[in-house]
């Protein structure tokens, strides 16, 4: 979602500032960080440029968020692309905010849990053998 967010909120700026669908690809193609995300879309950009529809490609992608699709569509079919791209990405941003709060939710108790059970894995490992000694002194 991050590599999707990223590609969907370049192109918005740059269709915003009237740049081609296109060349927005292209572009936002080597401002996103992830280069899966990047091949993808500037082979996009090729099929976007010999008149296929953008939305078709992104939902026909594997590598970028296919929820977004309907909302490019809408946009295409509107001739709002501005307007869609921008709650595309806004909508991604959310997705990537909540899971990162579920994840600052999740990991502290995770963490405590398997740090006590790694130290009470040491503390028995270093008292059985002092058992095993009493026992067979006993």
Not at 3 to 20: E, K, M, S
Not at 124 to 132: D, E, N, Q, R
Request: proline letters at 4%; glycine letters at 6%.
């Amino acid at each position: 979602w991050l590599g999707t967010w990223q590609l969907l909120n370049l192109v918005h700026l740059l269709v915003a500032r009237a740049v081609p669908l296109p060349e927005a690809l292209t572009i936002a193609a080597d401002g996103v960080s992830d280069a899966n995300v990047a091949a993808t879309a500037k082979r996009m950009a090729e099929q976007v440029s010999k008149g296929s529809s953008f939305a078709r490609e992104l939902n026909d992608s594997t590598r970028l968020a296919r929820s977004t699709a309907p909302l490019i569509r809408w946009g295409e079919d509107h001739d709002q692309m501005e307007a869609a791209l921008r709650e595309a990405s806004d909508l991604l941003e959310g997705r990537i905010a909540m899971h990162a709060a579920w994840l600052r939710t999740v990991i502290p108790p995770v963490a405590t849990v398997l740090s006590g059970g790694l130290a009470l894995l040491i503390a028995t490992s270093a008292m059985l053998p002092l058992y095993s000694l009493i026992t067979k002194l006993s």
